[in-house]
């Protein structure tokens, strides 16, 4: 049974930084696409950012390219994400996400949840305006 939790969230002062990590059980990372998702109040989930566990290639949402990195230990069931320069655009609910790689990319599976498999609960991140 796959699970996933998120840690990491809270209250971050705009121009700070967040270090978001989930830890998964129940799958090989090599196997799976491994992602971010944020939702804001009253609006859709949207990708942050992905990487694929076969490839280590990325995707990064506009708003948080340049500002961004996500990240995955290696052999280890865990990927995170880091945010700087932090905005009060960026408060959201933050979701960690997997999926079975499969032939679509991940660079284009991220861009809309309903490619995912597998979500965690989700951890709030508050920036103040």
């Known amino acids: 049974q796959v699970q996933l939790m998120e840690s990491g969230g809270g209250l971050v002062q705009p121009g700070g930084s967040l270090r978001l990590s989930c830890v998964a059980s129940?799958?090989?990372?090599?196997?799976?696409?491994m992602g971010w998702y944020r939702q804001a109040p009253g609006r859709e989930r949207e990708g942050v950012a992905c990487i694929s566990g076969r490839d280590n290639s990325t995707y990064y949402h506009n708003s948080v390219k340049g500002r961004a990195t996500i990240s995955r230990d290696n052999g280890q069931t865990t990927w995170h994400l880091q945010i700087d320069s932090l905005k009060a655009e960026d408060t959201a609910v933050y979701f960690c996400?997997?999926?079975?790689?499969?032939?679509?990319?991940?660079?284009?599976?991220?861009?809309?949840?309903?490619?995912?498999?597998?979500w965690g609960k989700g951890t709030l991140v508050i920036v103040p305006s």
């Open positions: 129940g799958f090989h990372l090599a196997h799976y696409g």
């Open positions: 996400a997997a999926t079975i790689i499969r032939i679509m990319p991940i660079q284009a599976a991220c861009v809309y949840d309903y490619n995912m498999d597998y």
